[in-house]
C-alpha cells in the first residue's frame, strides 16, 4: 500500500510541475540585440521575434499572434506613427499590423480561471481513499484523502495567484513600451514591444503612408 501511495503522490506532483502557472521575465527591448530589418522611406526598422516563454509563448500559437520587440529610427523629414503612418506588411502583400496593445495582452495573457481545475481532484482523492476492503486487504486510508485536498487547494489557489500576478507583470511591461499610435519625431528613435497577426515568424516589410 505504501507504494501505491508514492505512486500518487509522485503522479499529483508531476502533475501540479507540468501545469503549473509561468513567472513573467521582463523584457526591455532596449537591451535587445536586433538580427532582422527593414527600410522604407527614411524608416529603418530592426525587430526580434521568440521573446516569449512557456504559457505566453504557447498562446501565440493558439492566438495567431506574434510578439514582437522593435526599433523603429524615423529620418522621413516628417513626424510618423506606428499604426498611423507607418504599416507593417508580410512578403505575400498581406497588412499584419501592428495590433493595439489591450488587444495583444487579451490574447497573450494567462488564463487564472483554467486552474480552478485543480479542484476536481480534491472529490476524486476522497474516492480513491475510500477504495475497499477484504477479509485481508485495506487498499487505501484516509492519508490519501488529506494529502489529495491539500493538493487541491494548494495547486488550485497557487497557480491562480501566481498566473495573475505574472498577467499584471506582462502588461504593465506591454504599457512601459506601448509606442502604437505615439508620434516619433523626425531624427528620433523609439523601442517598443507590439504584436501582429501572423501564425509563423513573418519577415516584416514597411509600408509609410502620407496621411
Given amino acids: 500500500m505504501r507504494t501505491i501511495k508514492w505512486l500518487i503522490f509522485s503522479l499529483l506532483t508531476l502533475l501540479l ?31 526580434k521575434y521568440d521573446l516569449l516563454r512557456r504559457d505566453y509563448g504557447g498562446n501565440e500559437g ?10 523603429i529610427s524615423n529620418n522621413s523629414g516628417r513626424e510618423l506613427a506606428l499604426g498611423k503612418e507607418i504599416r507593417l506588411w508580410n512578403s505575400e502583400g498581406e497588412e499584419v499590423g501592428p495590433i493595439q496593445q489591450e488587444a495583444l495582452y487579451k490574447d497573450l495573457k494567462q488564463r487564472p480561471a483554467n486552474y480552478l481545475l485543480y479542484l476536481s481532484i480534491i472529490p476524486m482523492s476522497f474516492l480513491i481513499a475510500k477504495g475497499y476492503e477484504t477479509k485481508d486487504v485495506q487498499v487505501f486510508d484516509t492519508n490519501v484523502a488529506r494529502f489529495g485536498t491539500f493538493f487541491g487547494l494548494a495547486a488550485t489557489f497557487g497557480n491562480v495567484y501566481q498566473s495573475s500576478s505574472a498577467n499584471k507583470k506582462f502588461k504593465k511591461n506591454l504599457l512601459q513600451h506601448d509606442i502604437y499610435g505615439k508620434p516619433i519625431p523626425n531624427g528620433e528613435t ?22
Avoid at 62 to 71: D, I, M, P, Q, S
Avoid at 195 to 211: N, P, Q
Wanted: aromatic share 12%; glycine share 8%; hydrophobic share 35%.
Fill in 17 to 47: 510541475w507540468s501545469g503549473c502557472a509561468s513567472n513573467y521575465m521582463e523584457i526591455t527591448p532596449q537591451q535587445i540585440e536586433y538580427s532582422a530589418t527593414d527600410e522604407k522611406d527614411g524608416v529603418l526598422l530592426h525587430y
Fill in 62 to 71: 493558439r492566438k495567431g499572434t506574434k510578439f514582437l520587440a522593435v526599433k
Fill in 190 to 211: 523609439v523601442y517598443g514591444l507590439i504584436g501582429i497577426k501572423a501564425d509563423t515568424t513573418e519577415v516584416l516589410h514597411l509600408k509609410i503612408y502620407k496621411d
